[in-house]
């Protein structure tokens, strides 16, 4: 089977890394590569890496024109752009759109967190939100995939399995997360000058970070009820990678082998779900790989169980959660294209 | 005035950095640096940083002969060395020591989390916590001051002034902390080998690091009853540098203006700590200088407070803040040799 | 086609990277990964990278009984051990010596700069020096093939083709390195120390660098005469990577397009030499994969030619090039297991 | 003595560390702060660093106002702005231009390198090129002072005493530099987006650096003949620093000793070049402060001396150098407010 399969947005860094991917992936052929800013560029001069790789050049984002030549379009675009597009694409293919246009089901949210209305609310309904391990069997069938955000991605990994036990609260959970520098995209800005991230860790959008409430959606679908957390994302001055840490309050008792029981349960059999048993996740573990390291630590001192994950915000957190979920749309082994191990050190 | 200063433990981080400030401190005389394991070497070649500065070469670390000499003998050595060492040292001197050996006034606590029996457990009720800003008139008389380790002092400057409002909760307390690599010391292990730290995040210490009855024993005394805290600290792939992340249960209502108004009042005339109203704290801000950035939010949606800090962990969290305690019990202006402004980028 | 492949060496840099390329090769079963010091190991703890994808463990270096299992046995010992190993080995099985002892083929050469007696030197004369574009007939022969060091084959691949040109002269070369820690290995030491080597570039080995005569001895085969080369390799704050920028005096006139030309037609269907036209070679367009970029320009001005390259330290610098040697040796597309780009970013 | 002084181009780094570094110094009143594009925010919100020590606002860049207030003016101004304005300035002050315009004698050199005419070439005959430790006296009475490039300053310190020296030859001479990101300043690009050079090392500007002819001139100037040099800059993934490794061909038997003998006539006496006997130059010794290490290996096998010297760019090579030039034009001790270390680690 070959998978036809384009990218509106390559020049990004999710655009990028969905390249990287998909010149490696033995099932798919690349067909468009739209880049709006960067037309008629090689693609091996946007990204030095694939040079030998691809002779692909980027073209028109024609949606359209995109649309009919292929099995699934990759959406890489900036929040609002992918609303606009997919209804008339869906007449000719499959999308996973890696923006936050179809990661809500209630459009309001959507329009109280990013300001702006949406104008495919239509669609949410049947949209599919893309954690690929808790929504497997929607993603097949979806015609649209709303791929999680790579806060909520490393978030969610940690502690979906655990709310699922009373003896762990959802009210007052904390989720305190480190990423580094390509989260930010590749635009240029204050933010992501070498000289004043590097050897520098700051918080930022602090109580108001537009990823909150794609966690708060889907805990209270794990758990039937409605849940605010408190999230607090932070630069660090690194590439890839993020590190996020969750406190739980107990409800009940509970030790750290238990709690990691629960997650060993949960993830049996997950390709890409690492339970580290001994050790904790460290954001090294994953680098350029499809991995999602996680643990879990109760401290019966204080009531509140730490737990704890890592992964490539670029891969298990954007475009390697989307190819992940293009294998299942298609029925391939989830693993295609995507068993590499990280970089290490 | 001049005091006539010592190091026992100065090839170390934090002896190298009090020989950066005490090098150039107006009223300072460097009369011994001991280093047990680095004997007869320049100070320039052990911290070339130094170089053109200083040519004072390290010691033998015979700490009586050393207090003998002293006005001031500041200690940086491993936990348990500096309790041996004290009590026949204040026959001749003052002492500042930059381990854990003198932060506790009981010494149950310092055994269960040190593992380790405490020999001169008949100093720590005189021994003072040199926490600054909040001890600053016991620290004048002291002969022992306990210097605050770099997490507790980033965690209490930061939640001290708020949790004295009823309207903010010390029960459920969570600090999330953040760390460059020097704080792990000067020592080699994979923990602080670049290719293994560089490029990563990861926690460590999870439940169960030394730091936290430190700030337990403060937050206690300051609110006049027993506290504890979930403290996990966490490595990122920078020198210096720590921004601790508090998150403090809402008691009642409260704004972040309000908040913000409580900082501001408990550090009106502080010279070292800057409240700020606008932005949030980076560590980048702080890197070189003795100053401590503190800041807070209330994300009244969740019912938390999020209070942040981030200071430099040589300066204000080891060896700044051991100058300033200095300065305090020599009676000099507290920002002598130590008004400098951080480097920036 | 399966090659049975061992390492002797599997917990340094060198062995964790062979390991992580070998565990993706489609025609390698991985036999014994021998590891002296961190016997019984599962590798994925020695690398956390691996976890899930292989559950192989490390065991004894017992090379010969390694040998009697192997078609193909990795060396990626310190400097000297794997001459005393070789010559038991190779009754069964064929080798790629990743350190220096297979390199030269005067031992008197290796015994000066290594400073330590070579006792192996009666397989010096068929073994084979690994530069794969340059001794392909060879190494598809070998039974043993000494891999090239990292910093040799950067300055190599640079220069090599320009030399075969009168007009570009040997005498007077000189090779300025520039490498991330990593390739110190993955000792302790103070030049690995995280907060010692961020944030500062130094030189090292000034004039006296172990890969010196490596380079020399390839361009005296090359040009069918003696020839001297001044190396400077320095440590710049990065994990991955080698920047070789090379000074080759004019001796008549040429063009940037001339030499370039010279570049392109030597590396014409190389698969792993990526010959630049536009821009200049930056490690990080190599991070991770066996390509090595290479670029030349002309300074008329001043009668120079600036020859440059870029590659991982780590692949095309040690591994990668030591799994396409095997690849030749054992009639394998020279591809095979290798052909996937870096990470960018 | 109070100097009063005013800087113009406040917002970019090399302002910013006028600033750090003049809000310190003794004999200094900051009088103006001018900086077009961000006219009016406090000079603490532009360089956190700088809060609790200046309440300084940015004002307009009125060069005339500005220069009619200040006992001396810093002109810190992309290249070509300095020259526009200086006419006009010198009625009322004196001025330390941190950029390219007053640096050289012969404006056809200026307009080759820079691309565009010279309009105030009736200033370059009296104006002094601001080497310090070659033009003290000069630039005492000097009206404009043309601070040299960061690269250079790092250059011409390591080699200019060694050209004294007829067993050194000035033909040949290669000069190949690593400088952190700071050196490409405070505007956005790709250059200094933190996840392209972050783990990367590139070579720029070959055959083409505008800093080439400066290091011609002054070269040109000291041996009375003219002079050209090989100069590669490159990017390193830091934030400041400058290694610049020169290559001199031998023209005669001489050894380290004697080469480092050169050296130390040269700067004997002098505060802030460290010429070093042991060890090698590394930026890091340097961070933050005015010192420049310089040292030198004679590679006696290849007839080259190689000439190496570490300094931050920021400072020596930059704004430092600026405020010791205004120490020497007003009289006072060289060191006044820049006799502090380095941060190390």
Partial sequence: MTIRASIIGASGYGGGELARLLVGHPEVTLVHLGAESRQGEAMADLYPNLRGLTSAATGPSDAEGVARDSD??????????AMGLAPAMLEHTRIV?????????????YEQWYRAPHTSAGLLDEAVYGLTEFRRSEIR???VVGNPGCYPTAALLAILPLLQSERLSAAGVIIDAKSGISGAGRGLSMDTHFAEVNENVKPYGVAGHRHTPEIEQELAVALGRPVTVTFTPHLVPMTRGILATAYLPLAGRITTEEATAMLEEAYAGEPFVRVLTEGLPQTKATTGSNFCDVAVRVDGRTGVAVAMSALDNLVKGASGQAVQNMNVMFGLPE????RMPGLYP
């Fill in 335 to 338: 693993e295609t294209g995507l």
């Fill in 72 to 81: 699934v379009v990759f959406l890489a675009l900036p929040a609002g752009k």
């Fill in 141 to 143: 069938r979806a015609r």
């Fill in 97 to 109: 759109d890696l923006g936050a246009d179809f990661r809500f089901k209630d459009p309001h949210v």
